[in-house]
């Protein structure tokens, strides 16, 4: 029981982490970015690079992931997104053909063979029967801080009030003196920092392969379908949810078939209800 | 657009086709298996773009009635010694009553969440068929040994030229019918076609039904020309994008567009090979095919009917 309940934590966090990003970009751009598994293929080979070839610090393999997220997501928005001008099923297509191509290019730089990365913290915590590592305990920790952080940053700073003005309304934030297209840029490029950093711990939690894109994309789409239009704090209570879900499955039905309750929950909430548990609600 | 069917059409369908038949006796065995695949893919990319290209519910789950119709009839033909003259059909009438499954979603949602719905259909299927029944799916391996059709490459060259032209020949006579203009029509604007007083959801019904039975088709006929099948060439991703970029890239909402599409892609990728082995190809096509759709999202189609245009200074 415990040990469900550990472990179940520890993942949802890990999830919380994955969608977050997803989220953000569907909520002010109206638009769903199939490449955000991409992002985070980008982030983990990234850091093995700079840590595992290169030899470098941890911590500067870090920023190389989220250098490269950040320009990932730029460089979609840019070439991407505005000339197709948000058209949310020309994007989805595109987003999908450049996943494709990305992955690709991946194979070209890395090989096709998967890659074991070593724990970005090593050792291992002993609680209550079950045994942790460091490595996703701190993957969960640094979910909860990004998702705090965030909370706040949209709040109380003046970019991510106008990142939430923007989600309500891009006629009204416009005419209240915000640059939409500004905001977007802003949007994309956090977006593609956080898939980054989430694609570091995803890729220490498995491993990195060039078809690592596809898990985190599906989680991150249900958890922005269960949960509605993102908020912050439907993202975290709907990824706990999935997050449980997968652990009390592997452990109590069959390991084989957490992805199957899922990709259920996904196709009965999207036919009962479309708007998601939460409704539409703003970021 | 015009509606009427002239013995200029006919002639050009019994040009094409004439010409194609030809092939074999111009072409090696190797590319002749070349365009035994790009006709499959241009029979699955003429399902998708019914059910998608033209009503304008994009589906991502394409290869889950593929995969379905190749499944039923490997299964029953396999494991149970059916009869492949009954095996096909029953497999054709199962794919479209997963079709009606997939209409479901269609009732309530559209645009992006009806492709991510199908998309979990795909992924829910993946995994389902590797976990349920191991002994008759079988699992990850899928099944080897599935009855062929035919024997060499030229029959089943000419099976699937055969295939390929019966259906598209009915899929373009029935889009120059009114049914076709009214499922063009959802495509364009479905709230105006209701307010016409026609029910767009048997419309809609009907597309899909006829889209899921040219998979099934393709699909069960596929597999009875490879001889084998395992679930992750299927419900792939990669699986899904070349048929979607096939249809795409040709031109949605035409037949020969995704047929052109199709050739194509099965063309650059077969010249890019000596050039460059494995990844880089897939680099480059997936580039392409990118750039292709983002300068002209309708295809090549469009490319050419412009040209042409331009070109015979016709009304712009």
Do not use: C
Request: charged fraction near 10%.
């Amino acid at each position: 029981m415990s040990q469900i309940l550990i472990q179940g934590l520890l993942l949802s966090g890990l999830y919380a982490l994955i969608a977050i990003g997803f989220t953000l970009i569907f909520s002010v751009g109206r638009v769903l970015n199939l490449a955000y598994g991409a992002y985070l293929m980008l982030g983990g080979y990234a850091y093995f690079w700079v840590v595992q070839t290169m030899h470098m610090p941890k911590l500067l393999g870090i920023l190389v992931a989220i250098g490269v997220g950040v320009l990932a997501g730029l460089l979609k928005h840019r070439l991407i997104v505005k000339p197709l001008k948000s058209d949310p099923v020309a994007v989805e297509i595109a987003t999908l053909i450049l996943a494709v191509v990305i992955q690709a290019g991946v194979v070209l730089v890395f090989n096709d063979s998967a890659k074991i990365m070593h724990p970005i913290v090593n050792g291992v915590w002993r609680v209550g029967g079950a045994t942790v590592t460091y490595n996703i305990l701190t993957a969960t920790i640094a979910s909860w801080v990004i998702l705090i952080g965030l909370y706040y940053f949209v709040r109380k700073t003046h970019v991510g009030r106008a990142i939430s003005a923007v989600s309500m309304d891009v006629k009204g934030a416009a005419i209240s003196g915000i640059n939409p297209d500004r905001i977007n840029m802003i949007t994309w490029g956090l977006s593609g920092a956080l898939g980054a950093i989430a694609g570091v711990f995803f890729a220490s939690y498995t491993q990195l392969s060039p078809s690592m894109w596809v898990a985190p994309l599906i989680i991150a789409v249900a958890v922005v379908i269960v949960g509605g239009i993102g908020s912050i704090i439907g993202t975290l209570i709907v990824a706990h949810i999935i997050g449980f879900m997968e652990i009390i499955s592997t452990t109590l039905v069959a390991a084989e078939l957490r992805g199957v309750f899922t990709m259920l929950l996904i196709i009965v909430v999207l036919v009962m209800m479309p708007k998601g548990l939460f409704g539409r609600g703003e970021l | 657009m015009s509606t009427q069917i002239t013995w200029k059409h006919l002639a050009l369908w019994a040009l094409f086709l004439g010409g194609m038949a030809l092939l074999p006796m111009l072409v090696g065995k190797g590319t002749l298996r070349t365009i035994i695949f790009a006709n499959y893919l241009a029979i699955f990319a003429m399902s998708w773009d019914v059910l998608s290209g033209r009503t304008g519910y994009i589906s991502f789950g394409h290869p889950f009635l593929i995969g379905i119709g190749a499944y039923t009839t490997a299964i029953l033909s396999y494991r149970f010694d059916v009869p492949v003259g009954i095996s096909i059909p029953v497999a054709v009438i199962v794919t479209m009553a997963a079709g009606t499954l997939f209409f479901l979603p269609a009732l309530r949602i559209k645009g992006t969440y009806f492709a991510l719905v199908t998309l979990a259909f795909m992924e829910l299927m993946y995994q389902l068929v590797q976990v349920i029944r191991p002994d008759l799916t079988g699992g990850t391996r899928g099944i080897s040994g599935v009855q062929t059709l035919t024997r060499g490459a030229v029959n089943g060259y000419y099976l699937s030229l055969a295939l390929m032209g019966v259906i598209a020949i009915s899929l373009w006579a029935m889009m120059k019918t009114r049914l076709g203009t009214a499922l063009s029509a959802i495509g364009m604007n479905e709230e105006a076609v209701e307010g016409s007083g026609l029910n767009t959801t048997k419309l809609k019904l009907f597309a899909f039904m006829v889209g899921a039975g040219v998979a099934g088709i393709g699909g069960a006929f596929y597999v009875h020309y490879l001889g084998s099948i395992a679930p992750r060439a299927l419900f792939d991703i990669n699986f899904l994008f070349t048929i979607i970029v096939a249809a795409l890239i040709g031109g949605a909402s035409t037949i020969i567009g995704p047929m052109a599409g199709a050739f194509f892609l099965t063309f650059l990728l077969e010249y890019l090979r000596p050039f460059l082995p494995g990844a880089e190809r897939y680099f480059i096509y997936g580039s392409i095919a990118l750039i292709l759709y983002m300068y002209e999202p309708k295809g090549l189609y469009e490319i050419l009917r412009k040209a042409r245009e331009r070109l015979t200074g016709a009304n712009a």
